[in-house]
């Protein structure tokens, strides 16, 4: 946001205009300015402390904290590259699946939804990671991770820290690869039934809305045509989670 710095008047120009080549302020004439960004902290449904700042230049940084003695810390910069560190234990098996799930149920009854708690199903798995109802019907998701590769998770358990860049086109190709050796693994008949949940919880460079645009216009007909129920990827938050498949 631009602010006259005399009188605090909002005003609607970029931040990065020279001085010389600024409009007087319409209030009081002043071509001073103040600039200021967008701050906050949240404590999510999971229990992680998240803090995310958002930038008039298009950066946007975030932090998050959890209950499990991991952090990790995602930078966007101006060039569209993502860096992003985790400290800590590395997630074992699935961990995170219930903090994932209850999230994702934050998001869904933001919009309308009436869903109850989710709940691991008891027995087998069944291709079933958690389950939510609402009275009327049953929700069935299954969890995986937003970057599956296993190189920075194995990083994390070597050394206690890991660290990785990638592009926003770059981030945007592991949701699609996530997505795709998912769908190898469930038969196509059972799809229809299930709402996959791509977990960011720690990454959550790959729910920010760049990479979700640039998912949506190269893969969004790929991703519609597997035929799952839905398709999110869920970040710290329940504003960092997004539909992939719209």
């Known amino acids: 946001m631009v602010l006259c710095k005399d009188c605090n008047h909002e005003l609607d120009e970029p931040t990065n205009i020279a001085t010389e080549n600024r409009s007087p302020c319409p209030c009081c004439g002043s071509t001073s300015r103040l600039f200021t960004v967008q701050t906050g902290g949240n404590i999510a449904p999971s229990g ?22 991991r952090s990790s810390a995602t930078d966007l910069d101006t060039s569209g590259q993502l860096s992003y560190s985790i400290e800590g234990a590395s997630p074992r098996g699935e961990s995170d699946t219930l903090d994932v799930c209850r999230t994702l149920i934050h998001r869904l009854n933001m919009s309308g939804g009436q869903w109850g708690a989710p709940t691991v199903p008891d027995g087998p798995e069944g291709g079933i990671d958690c389950v939510a109802n609402n009275g009327q019907q049953a929700l069935y998701i299954q969890v995986t991770r937003a970057v599956s590769k296993q190189d920075i998770w194995r990083q994390l358990g070597r050394l206690g820290n890991a660290t990785a860049t990638a592009t926003v086109q770059r981030a945007a190709d592991d949701l699609f690869w996530c997505v795709q050796t998912k769908a190898q693994k469930i ?40 035929g799952f129920q839905a398709i999110w990827v869920v970040g710290p938050l329940a504003e960092l989670t997004r539909r992939l498949d719209t």
């Open 48 to 69: 992680r402390l998240v803090g995310r700042k958002l930038s008039n230049d298009g950066t946007e940084a975030i932090r998050v904290s959890d209950s499990q003695k």
């Open 187 to 226: 038969p196509h008949a059972q799809r229809s039934n299930l709402l996959l949940a791509l977990d960011a919880m720690d990454t959550p460079g790959h729910a920010l809305e760049v990479v979700i645009q640039d998912f949506q216009k190269r893969y969004g007909g790929a991703v519609r045509a597997l």
